[in-house]
């Protein structure tokens, strides 16, 4: 009902929905004021209050009084705050510390090896997760730099009081305190226990291994057609690239992209003259002009296809880097405890990852892939306790 009478009431505004969430907005404000109103109304109708701590909204201008009437508080989704001056969506480090040092009181609590791995795996998960997960390509370049650099951020201030710098260092000093062991391979740390390793998440590796047409996303902005000022520079052609455009410049880009079609089409339009004359049995087409750039520009919502493509565009997520098999990678694969060569083709991204950069030294180390006999490890009875709310400390 409320979505109807928002629709109704704010000239066909679409009230969106996701989980308990409620999201509208317009380029027009005034109808985004209006479907608001109607929203409180309808609210107090039916004896409803909305969470005012979750409500907020933002503009971005040059008419702020346009937004007169919409509830203060800021736009977020996890970890991810809307920055009016901006006109993106930034980290709030501030509610990030915050967590970091819940992690950190929640790790220092857990008991065994198993139970801090598993913590920590949870914990990564759920900041990558808020961070956005995946960045797909709407997310500027300036994003992507913010999340390595907050990931970075979480390692510096977890392991800031320890003579360990980061996850797989605390490890080491641990495994030596309590079993006297001081020569494991990091790949030991990162490779799955059904081969006798740890499992620790590599939440770095999920950024860093993502790629845009073959260049890593970390360094996507150094394909940029710039000039030494900074600018763009715009080339003459009348195609427009989409994966050549980064998020920070698709819009504006497209924009210049429109004048440069208008004017391809009216010059079309000037020279194809003599076969609407003939078209016409011979008739003046002189008074006939070719539409306005402003009229144009007002069909690129319903006609101009290349602003669907956009769009479709910016929702995209960037793949991972495939890795090749190299001929001592594809050798590793073949030792293992159980006599079952690995097959490269079945594994996922991440192992393959896994696989490439520390295979070598745990081969080298262990004679295999395999840490630990796969039959001497309990490993259906770990994965339950690791996916039960039983604590792997218990």
Known sequence: MMDFAVNQHADGLFLYRMHDDLWLWDADAKKVVAGWAEMKKYAELVGLKFNQQKTGSAYVGPNPEDAVGLPGGDIRWGFLKFDIKESR??????DVGKHIAEMRRQLSSTKSVFGWVNTYNK???FFLRNLGGTPANCFGQAHITGM?????????ELFSDESAT????YLRKVIEERFGVTDLPEGYFYFPI?????ELRNTMLELLALQRQGTPLAIWDDRSKESASGVVVAGPSEHFIEHEHTADRKFPDRIEHDRIAYAALKEGWQLNKDNRRKQRGGQDTNKE????FEEYTSLRESWLAAWGVAYCHMLECPSMQPVELVPKVEEALKLTQSGSPVVWSGLDW???WVLSMYGEEVVTKFGGLDAVDPNLIPVGMVQLFRSSRIKLDQ
Do not use: C, H, N, P
């Not at 969506?89 to 501030?94: G, H, L």
């Not at 980061?166 to 260092?169: D, E, L, R, T, Y």
């Open 89 to 94: 969506f930034v980290i709030d480090q501030a």
């Open 123 to 125: 914990y990564t998960a």
């Open 148 to 156: 390595i650099s907050t990931l970075a951020r979480i390692q510096r």
């Open 166 to 169: 980061s996850a797989v260092g």
């Open 194 to 198: 059904g081969s006798g390793g740890l």
């Open 289 to 292: 002009e070719f539409m306005s």
């Open 350 to 352: 991440y192992r393959k």
